[in-house]
C-alpha cells in the first residue's frame, strides 16, 4: 500500500504499527499518509495510532532538509 502510494507526487506514506512510529512519522518526515497492515493491527490499535498521527505536528527545523530532498527527487523523477 505504501509503495504505491509514494509514487505519487507530494505523497509520503509511512507504514505504522505502533503509536511512536506514527507520531515521528510525521513529526520527522512530515509523512501525510498513513498505512495501517490490517492483518497485524487490532482496530482499536489502529484508531490509537491514527489519532496520534492525526494529532502530531511536523517540526521542521533539521527534518526539513529531508523533506526537502523528497521533493527535489521527485520534481526530477515524476514528470
Known amino acids: ?5 509514494n509514487k505519487f507526487r507530494n505523497v509520503r506514506c509511512a507504514v505504522c504499527y505502533e503509536e511512536q512510529t506514527a507520531k515521528f512519522a510525521k513529526m ?3 509523512a501525510n499518509m498513513l498505512a495501517l497492515g490490517a492483518d497485524y493491527i487490532k482496530t482499536s490499535d489502529a484508531i490509537c495510532i491514527l489519532r496520534q498521527f492525526l494529532a502530531t505536528e511536523f517540526e521542521g527545523g533539521r527534518h526539513q ?4 530532498l523528497i521533493t527535489e527527487i521527485e520534481n526530477e523523477n515524476m514528470k
Not at 532538509?65 to 526537502?68: G, L, T
Open 1 to 5: 500500500m505504501a509503495m504505491c502510494a
Open 28 to 30: 520527522h518526515n512530515n
Open 65 to 68: 532538509n529531508r523533506v526537502d
